[in-house]
C-alpha cells in the first residue's frame, strides 16, 4: 500500500506524532498536553483502523517535541503508544515508552486529606509495579492507590 494510502491523518513537517494509542485515550492525552498546545496545529483522528490494536487514536502536534522524560509520562495510560518526533516531513527519532519511577505534577492525590490539596505543592508519585498490576504511592501522604484511580481522578 502507498505511504498517501497508509496516511489516515495528513502528515506534519514538524512536531510530534503520538501514535498507537488505545482508543478513547487520546482524548486523556491531550489533557495532559492542554498547557504546550496553545496557537500550535493540532490534528486527531479517533477511532482509526489499526492492525495491531484493532482501533487506535493518533495525536499530531506541530512545533511541540517532548523529551524521554516527557513522554514516558504518558506510558501510565498508553505504554504501548509510540511517540515519533518529526523534522521536514520525516521521522527523525521514535521513542518507545517506559514507565517512569516517578509521575510528577500531572495528577492530584484521590487522598482528600492529603496535604497537597492545601500547600502549593506538586503531586508526586512512586510507581509500584507488580507483574502487569501498577500502583502508585504518594510521597506526601504514602497512600497507595492503583492506577486507575490516580488516572480517572479528576
Ligand atoms: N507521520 C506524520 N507526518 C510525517 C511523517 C510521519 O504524521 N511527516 C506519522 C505517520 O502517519 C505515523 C507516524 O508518524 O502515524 C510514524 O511514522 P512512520 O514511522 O513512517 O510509520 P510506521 O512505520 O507505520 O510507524 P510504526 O512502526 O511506529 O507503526
Ligand atoms: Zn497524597
Known amino acids: 500500500m502507498s505511504k498517501s494510502m ?4 495528513e502528515a506534519i513537517n514538524n512536531g510530534t506524532v503520538i501514535d ?5 485515550i487520546g482524548l486523556k492525552l491531550l489533557k495532559l498536553f492542554n498547557i504546550q498546545l496553545v496557537n ?3 490534528t486527531i483522528g479517533f477511532n482509526l483502523p489499526s492492525s495491531a490494536l484493532g482501533c487506535k487514536d493518533i495525536i499530531k502536534v506541530e512545533n ?3 523529551n524521554e522524560d516527557q513522554a514516558n509520562q504518558l506510558a501510565l495510560y498508553a505504554p504501548n503508544a509510540t511517540v515519533n518526533q518529526i523534522e ?3 521521522v527523525a527519532k521514535k521513542l518507545n515508552l517506559k514507565l517512569p519511577d516517578q509521575i510528577h505534577a500531572i495528577f492530584r492525590c484521590p487522598n482528600s486529606n492529603c496535604i497537597t490539596h492545601n500547600e502549593p505543592v506538586d503531586s508526586n508519585f512512586r510507581v509500584l509495579t507488580k507483574r502487569d498490576d501498577i500502583q502508585l504511592k504518594c510521597k506526601y501522604c504514602e497512600k497507595v492507590f492503583s492506577r ?4 480517572e481522578h479528576p
Open 6 to 9: 497508509k496516511m489516515q491523518v
Open 20 to 24: 498507537h494509542i488505545p482508543a478513547n
Open 40 to 42: 500550535q496545529r493540532v
Open 64 to 66: 511541540v517535541f517532548i
Open 88 to 90: 521536514n516531513y520525516e
Open 148 to 151: 486507575e484511580i490516580v488516572t
